[in-house]
């Protein structure tokens, strides 16, 4: 029977620019199974296609743009098309916000702030987003992930910024990416019927959402979560790594 498969990136397919071994090969067979393959990242950084690039880059799997659930694309689904909005975020945000019909806009009286990963933020964009959101504007994180891993120590995430935004202003934002609502409805528009699984390296975010929605879950020991370490929601399975998951599925 098929399955829907949602695989977590960061700490799942890859760390950094650095495949998990295996990824690759494992991606190709489950998909010559006949499963389809979903990919949900809180990672805003790229567009989908910049996404499905990297995927084919780094574990030579050839990911398509539309298997591709980002939180940037998920935070896209809650912005007005008739909104002005200010950006933190990189190329996935801006494509969201692109693609949602909205306005973009640099200055402090935009009606809607939206915040992702930034690798140029500064004291400058701090200032303007946390004006905007103080005077009323409709605030919207891409994610809360306070951290991501890298192959040599966790980085900041967007959730860092987010803190940032939020401090300065005194307002909490709406969360877009996993394990919320928003998330959860745009991977069911890219669901088929049958079984679904979710695979992923954080409780807080992947094995959440799986809980919620009452899908089965996989947690692996490739990212951020040590091996053996407890966990709350408890996965289905745990598993060594992604190699693992073909003999997971019944
Ligand atoms: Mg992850």
């Known amino acids: 029977m098929m399955s829907n498969l949602i695989f977590d990136l960061d700490g799942v397919v890859y760390l950094g620019d650095h495949a998990v071994a295996g990824a690759g090969e494992t991606l190709e067979r489950l998909d010559a199974a006949g499963h389809n393959i979903v990919f949900c990242t809180n990672n805003s950084s790229r567009t989908r296609a910049q996404c499905a690039e990297k995927i084919r880059r780094v574990t030579g799997y050839a990911a398509r743009p539309d298997q591709i659930a980002s939180s940037a694309m998920a935070a896209g689904t809650l912005i007005d098309p008739a909104a002005r909005v200010l950006r933190v975020g990189g190329d996935g945000v801006a494509e969201a916000i692109k693609l949602s019909g909205a306005s973009e806009v640099s200055e402090i009286e935009a009606d809607t702030v939206v915040v992702g990963i930034d690798f140029s933020f500064d004291y400058d964009l701090l200032d303007r987003a946390s004006a905007a959101v103080r005077n009323g504007a409709t605030f919207i994180a891409t994610n809360r992930d306070v951290t991501y891993p890298s192959r040599e120590r966790l980085r900041p995430g967007a959730g860092s910024i987010v803190a940032a935004v939020e401090a300065a202003s005194g307002v909490v934002p709406v969360n877009a990416g996993k ?24 409780p807080d975010t992947d094995l959440a959402m799986a809980d919620v929605e009452g899908w089965r879950s996989v947690l692996v020991d490739t990212g951020v979560t040590p091996a053996g370490a407890a966990v709350t929601p408890e996965p289905t399975h745990r598993v060594g790594s992604i190699v693992e998951v073909p003999g997971l599925i019944r």
């Open 179 to 202: 394990p919320e609502l928003t998330m959860r409805k745009l991977l069911e528009q890219m669901l088929v019927s049958g079984p679904v699984m979710m695979i992923g390296d954080r």
